[in-house]
């Protein structure tokens, strides 16, 4: 059963850094793309970014790109989001996807999500 | 960016059939995907391509459209299938979600 579980989420003050991780199981990592995305406390979704399946490209928002970074430690199935000088617009609940590439981009495994909130 | 909309909300009785729409501001060709989330719970995938059904998806659902105008079809509707339903589209950067359209069992 294909698993992804996030942590590192929680309160964080505006300007601060938060790293955010997703444990993955039931299927090989080191085979797929992941991305990240964002759902608002109003239900929006937004993209945020994915990072190839070897972790030699990543593809991100170009609204983020400058303040959040993607990585994965294949080694332990693990992705990241590393996100920088957060803003009260970043408080959403993250979510970890595994990335289908055929008959286009989509995510067809999600983690239960983080939830972060940017508040002084 | 393209923007993609749907209807805030439909309100069906189980055993009919619903159609949820989704308007794209540019052709997005077939890479439109459809998700299902239910309150509490995070998105799952229903329809990836426009048209092609995710494993283990009931039948009951389908997906419709390409450049511009697509449909996903709930036929019949159960009580099971309250839920927000969101479109995706994956053929232009950046990738983007619609609003999502909640769907209500009367």
């Known amino acids: 059963e294909v698993q992804l579980v996030e942590s590192g989420g929680g309160l964080v003050q505006p300007g601060a850094s938060l790293k955010l991780s997703c444990v993955a199981s039931g299927f090989t990592f080191s085979d797929y793309w992941m991305s990240w995305v964002r759902q608002t406390p109003g239900k929006t979704m937004e993209w945020i970014g994915d990072i190839k399946y070897d972790g030699s490209y990543t593809n991100y928002a170009p609204s983020l790109k400058n303040r959040f970074t993607i990585s994965r430690d294949n080694a332990k199935s693990t992705l990241y989001l590393q996100m920088s000088n957060v803003r009260s617009e970043d408080t959403a609940t993250y979510y970890c996807t595994r990335g289908a590439t055929y008959y286009g981009y989509n995510y067809d495994y999600w983690g239960q999500g983080v939830m972060v909130t940017v508040s002084s | 960016d393209t923007v993609l909309t749907q209807s805030p909300a439909l309100a069906v009785s189980p055993g009919e059939r619903v159609t949820i729409s989704c308007r794209a501001s540019e052709s997005v060709s077939t890479g439109m995907h459809w998700y299902q989330q239910k309150p509490g719970q995070q998105p799952k995938l229903l329809i990836y391509g426009a048209s092609n059904l995710e494993s283990g998806v009931p039948a009951r659902f389908s997906g419709s459209g390409s450049g511009t105008d697509f449909t996903l079809t709930i036929d019949p509707v159960e009580a099971d299938d309250t839920a927000t339903y969101f479109c995706?589209?994956?053929?232009?950067?950046?990738?983007?979600f619609g609003g999502g359209t909640k769907l209500e069992l009367k």
């Open positions: 995706q589209q994956s053929w232009n950067d950046p990738r983007t």
